[in-house]
Every structure is written in C-alpha cells, then in structure tokens.
C-alpha cells in the first residue's frame, strides 16, 4: 500500500479547513441555529423524497392497472 505525497497533502489540508470552519461556527455561538438549519434541510429533503416516492409508487400502480384491463380487453401490445 503506497501513499502519495498528494493525498497526504490533501486529507490534512481539507482536515484543517474543516476544523477552522467548525472552530469559528463555534465560537460565534452558531451552533445550534447551523444544527437547527441542518435539520430543517433534512426534514424538507424527507418530505420532498417522501412525495416523490408516493408520486412514483402511484404511476407504476396505474401502469399496472393499464396494462391488466388492456390484457383483459384482449388488446395486444
């Protein structure tokens, strides 16, 4: 297993950022409204996919209805 300079050099510069940034979120007291903001964020994401979901799941159903009365009909694809 070989490691490169590059990677290295990457991994600790992003690790750095990442901590920084952490750091001043920190300090200035944002914590909790960046954790509130990241869930709002994560219940809308849940709720679109949710809908997106239900919306999907109902369309494959009518297909499905479709396609049986259609085979019922006698019609041929």
Do not use: I, Q
Not at 36 to 48: D, E, F, H, I, L
Request: charged share 20%; proline share 1%; aromatic share 6%.
């Amino acid at each position: 297993m070989s490691f490169s300079l590059g990677r290295l050099l990457l991994v600790s510069t992003t690790a750095t950022v990442v901590g920084v940034a952490a750091y001043a979120v920190y300090k200035a007291g944002g914590v909790k409204p960046a954790v509130t903001k990241v869930v709002r964020g994560s219940v809308r994401a849940s709720n679109w996919a949710g809908k997106k979901y239900t919306s999907a799941k109902d369309e494959v159903a009518r297909l499905v209805d479709e396609a049986k009365s259609d085979m019922a009909n006698g019609v041929k694809s």
